[in-house]
């Protein structure tokens, strides 16, 4: 499994004077944006070019879609893999947008089947036009993502695009395939994070070298992958409330929906009897989880460290994200992809 | 709209004596596919290597897939293009797998979105797994067409694969968008039908034509779009019933899920008011037909001559699918897909 020959290792992980530095910083994601702010800015209006179809009610549904702008940190991590030898090529915009689009449909066809009511603050598609909508719509974002890469016209583009679409669906099917199972092997775990997270965000990093920086192209690849497992980790970890827990912000809903992340993972060797059984017991195809039984392991990860294990992989991760830096031009580009490391780790603070 | 344009006329349709003559022989699947049988075999073969994944689940589902072996339509017409100039051209296995895979993935989105329960004599994924299960396997399938069909690597093949993909999903919106609506324009039923039936079938001729007729692209593309109509016309006629209505057999399917198909529009102008009242009262969204009313309808479509009016534009499409054949070198390949023009016309019989 891929992940799993990537060595990270749980313990001997030590914290630079330097990276607390970083860390209180706290980087914005504008600041991340800053560089290729005008690029950004053009991969929206892209994007609702190549989504406009001559079927109004289809407009309708992309026009919402539109609305619930997300970060956009795919495409903003295309444009700055894309200028790490300063020559930008201009594909950038077109490739942004059909990154952007296929990460939209993820999310489309995620809050289908979760049946997930709202997204970025808005309604989901199936919250507000049903089911059937939220399916086709997502097809429709996916061909068209790929109607406009085969425009773009370079083969090797067109088999980044198709198969992290592959491997997006595949890391899906393996969520899936897991839930409400106690997969205690974290092989398992970064297998389908790699798929279902870091294979996008490495993908975008990669065609920003094919159009900018070919001789950049496995680094930034790389620089991608771990910066996306740091990233989920991190998204995970927040699931279970992070660094300092907010008092009445939801957590354990991958619990709740029968998924074991890695705060889990961490702690799972570690528990006591009584502990386990509380674990097992959620898990328990014949009982009925309740709030306080999902709180109750939500409390037992959080005093046994799985926070704190689960940001030590993912630093290691950030850590190997810039180490495949190391070798690139010192550019503007390089400086800011550094700071999105910082970013990633930050994001539940 | 395409489909407007292509001069269907209702009335003035004449069936000569031959025309009769092939109607009542009655040809069947197995004689059509009879010249590309070999290459079927392979075409299924080769779907099964390039479904399979790493991921046992995957392959689970995907072997249930498989076993609900389809009729190979598109594979099969995809061949005999490829046939029109006696030089064949190999690439026909994988294409062929392309868009039967294609084709695949709509039908389980379908049956997701629809919540139908049997497919083929099997469970449908979402009655056997769920409706997550349908949705990503969905997917699953078309981006592993389009990884396998960059893997070929023909820009020229990828844009037909990639656009007919996105026809596809045009089709289905546009049919969501009608959903429980009286829409009196026939355009909108030729658009929606071209959309979702015809441009499949029609991309699989054009595919053989790429491969090995390029100088009959034109005509095999035609062919196919044509024939697709027909196609689906009499699918939407054998819901009402066919030219002889069969005991027992379920009809008013569609018109029960709220879609106006060609046998209504036809009778629509034709009928009496209280007719018309029958028929508005199912789609009010106000009130719930009952099993009756959608009977009535059907009663009245077929008593007011809505089966001959549909199988009337069938016939013409089925004509002009024949008609895009004549200047095609005689081959054997060439009088199996005149054949397949009767199939279809007969598919109710």
């Known amino acids: 499994m891929p992940a799993c020959s990537s060595g990270v290792k749980l313990a001997n992980m030590r914290r630079g004077a330097a990276q607390q530095e970083v860390d209180r910083t706290r980087p914005s994601l504008?600041?991340?944006?800053?560089?290729?702010?005008?690029?950004?800015?053009?991969?929206?209006?892209?994007?609702?070019?190549?989504?406009?179809?001559?079927?109004?009610?289809?407009?309708?549904?992309?026009?919402?879609?539109?609305?619930?702008?997300?970060?956009l940190f795919r495409p903003a991590l295309l444009a700055l893999a894309n200028r790490t030898e300063e020559r930008p090529d201009d594909r950038e915009?077109?490739?942004?947008?059909?990154?952007?689009?296929?990460?939209?449909?993820?999310?489309?066809?995620?809050?289908?089947?979760?049946?997930?009511?709202?997204?970025?603050?808005?309604?989901?598609?199936?919250?507000?036009?049903?089911?059937?909508?939220?399916?086709?719509?997502?097809d429709y974002l996916y061909s068209r993502a790929m109607t406009e890469i085969t425009r773009i016209g370079d083969l090797e583009l067109i088999e980044l695009a198709a198969r992290v679409t592959n491997d997006l669906t595949i890391g899906e099917m393996v969520e899936i395939a897991h839930h409400g199972q106690l997969v205690e092997d974290p092989r398992q775990y970064f297998f389908l994070i790699e798929k279902k997270t870091a294979s996008l965000i490495s993908t975008a990093c990669e065609m920003g070298a094919?159009?900018?920086?070919?001789?950049?192209?496995?680094p930034l690849k790389e620089y991608g992958r771990r910066l996306g497992m740091a990233f989920q980790l991190i998204d995970d970890?927040?699931?279970?409330?992070?660094?300092?827990?907010?008092?009445?912000?939801?957590?354990?809903?991958?619990?709740?929906?029968?998924?074991?992340?890695?705060?889990?993972?961490?702690?799972?060797?570690?528990?006591?009897?009584a502990e386990r059984?509380?674990?097992?017991?959620?898990?328990?195809?014949?009982?009925?989880?309740?709030?306080?039984?999902?709180?109750?392991?939500?409390?037992?990860?959080?005093?046994?460290?799985?926070?704190?294990?689960?940001r030590r992989v993912?630093?290691?991760y950030a850590d190997r994200a810039r180490e495949a830096l190391v070798g690139l031009p010192s550019t503007p580009a390089r400086e800011v992809m550094d700071a999105a490391v910082d970013y990633v780790l930050a994001r539940d603070r």
Not at 36 to 61: K, T, Y
Not at 210 to 218: M, N, P, Y
Not at 249 to 255: E, H, R
Request: net charge negative; with cysteine; proline share 4%.
């Open 210 to 218: 094919v159009i900018g920086a070919r001789e950049q192209r496995e």
């Open 237 to 273: 970890l927040m699931d279970y409330g992070g660094e300092q827990a907010v008092m009445g912000k939801p957590v354990g809903t991958d619990l709740r929906e029968g998924q074991v992340t890695f705060p889990l993972l961490a702690v799972l060797p570690h528990l006591s009897p």
């Open 314 to 316: 993912a630093r290691e």
């Open 30 to 71: 504008t600041a991340i944006q800053g560089l290729v702010h005008d690029v950004l800015d053009s991969v929206l209006a892209h994007m609702g070019a190549v989504l406009e179809a001559d079927v109004p009610f289809i407009n309708e549904v992309s026009f919402h879609l539109q609305r619930m702008r997300g970060k």
């Open 93 to 138: 915009v077109a490739l942004g947008a059909v990154i952007e689009i296929i990460h939209m449909a993820t999310l489309v066809h995620d809050d289908s089947i979760d049946r997930s009511s709202m997204r970025r603050g808005r309604p989901t598609l199936n919250s507000r036009w049903g089911h059937k909508v939220s399916v086709i719509m997502g």
């Open 277 to 310: 059984r509380c674990v097992n017991a959620v898990f328990d195809p014949q009982e009925q989880a309740t709030s306080d039984d999902i709180q109750r392991i939500v409390d037992v990860v959080r005093e046994r460290g799985g926070i704190e294990a689960t």
